[in-house]
């Protein structure tokens, strides 16, 4: 798991001892790196994520459908040796792209854990250095900033304090992380959405929703609602099954009723189809409630029902069903 989130996270930052110059530089981790502009932070601790089986289902799936992941690891493996059982924490930051898509801006990824610089900036050399690219650096804000080139990549890194390092494939948006100034907990609409994820669970994540997906609700739900959701929160929990709160921040009290009223709707519906696949009594888990602007989806489920989950998932669907049907048991028919 742990190599899953670093590979991931590190593609996403090619694609999308300290080194200080003159001055004491300012520590910049967590939450305190992510810019102002940001549009979507997601936040995962590591050692709580690792062991959750849906976790891993994911990540197994996304390997098999992105090998380049996959390979990307292992040339981090096989070149610094680097054990990714170092990074505790990890925290994602996307930025805006003018009037692109939200969640297609630039990625800052902020890795906490026990990462030595002087350890990364050569393995990293070694990495570029294999495919003829080479590693500079620069001071920013009394930080060094490494500018990685590997053909047409580029990849921005710098150690924030001694065990946490940024990466973005961005300069300004690295260099914003990097330079003091306003981040994401003093903008207010994403310092009030970040507040309503809960910060305490293993992953959590908060941001702002595309223009297009608000407008698709609108349509889906019909009279009685005016806007889709503003921004969207998620905090899991899978340390003991699966915890899970998704909230849909809306434009108005009124707006989050008719939402929950539908949603509520369609999970009956739901309920009806997963009973053809033995999941109907999970579906019944599902908890919708509206609390001001707010709208959350809600589900708790054993390690057992995670498992019968994934085994459902996995076998596409089952033969039996939750109840027996009618005229079913030991009797024959004639």
Known sequence: MNRALLVISLSLAWGCGKKHGAGQAAEVAGLSAVPASAEIVISADVARVMDSPLVERAVD????????????????????????????????AIGPKGNAQVGTGPVLMVASGKI?????????RSLVGSGGGDVTAKTVAGHTLYVARDGSRIMY???????????????????EALTPGKKATENAELGAWIALAD???????????????????????????????VAITISFDGTAGAKLDLGAVMASPADAKTLESFAKNQISLLAMAAQAKSMGKLVDKIAISAE??????????????????????????????DSPPAGSGSSSVP
């Open 292 to 321: 001001d602007k707010v709208v959350h989806v809600r589900l708790n489920l054993s390690l057992d029902e995670v498992n019968q989950l994934l085994s459902v998932l996995d076998a596409g669907g089952s033969a039996a069903q």
């Open 116 to 124: 030595a610089e002087t350890e990364f900036s050569t393995c990293v």
């Open 61 to 92: 799936q996304l390997m098999l459908r992105e090998p380049a992941l996959a390979t990307e690891w292992q040339r981090m493996h096989d070149s610094c040796k680097f054990d990714t059982a170092r990074i505790t924490h990890v925290l994602l």
């Open 199 to 229: 910060q305490k669970a293993p992953v959590w994540a908060a941001g702002r929703t595309d223009p297009s997906l608000r407008d698709r609700l609108v349509k889906l739900v019909g009279e009685g609602l005016s806007s889709g959701p």
């Open 157 to 175: 890194f710098s150690f924030g304090r001694a065990d946490t390092v940024l990466l973005s494939s961005n300069e300004a948006f690295i260099t």
